[in-house]
């Protein structure tokens, strides 16, 4: 299984980020998908996750600002990121649950 994390960098307050998570060697349509953030210093928390049937959850700090979405037919989960804050700043990791997999993280930097 190999979960390959795209689109971080840096931004400023704000502003917006796509991330994008490929993911191979796993059926990937019915595989619950989420994203995960840690800050320095902090655990790794819960950002948002979908499932097989689009059915999505998120972390309350980022309701109304982040959403995930899935494309089956590219075996690829998204997260679009608006209204970005500086708290926001953390390492971004695609996870497939089932699978016990996860990606190797990509720097995400809110700051002017």
């Known amino acids: 299984v190999q979960l390959v994390e795209s689109g971080g960098g840096l931004v400023q307050p704000g502003g917006s980020l796509r991330l994008s998570c490929a993911a191979s060697g796993i059926i990937f349509s019915i595989n619950r998908m989420g994203w995960y953030r840690q800050a320095p210093g902090k655990e790794r928390e819960l950002v948002a996750h979908i499932d097989s049937i689009g059915i999505t959850n998120y972390a309350d700090s980022v309701k109304g600002r982040f959403t995930i979405s899935r494309d089956n037919a590219k075996n690829t989960v998204y997260l679009q990121m608006s209204s970005l804050e500086p708290e926001d700043t953390a390492v971004y990791y695609c996870?497939?649950?089932?699978?016990?997999?996860w990606g190797q993280g990509i720097q995400v930097t809110v700051s002017s």
């Open positions: 996870n497939a649950p089932m699978t016990g997999s």
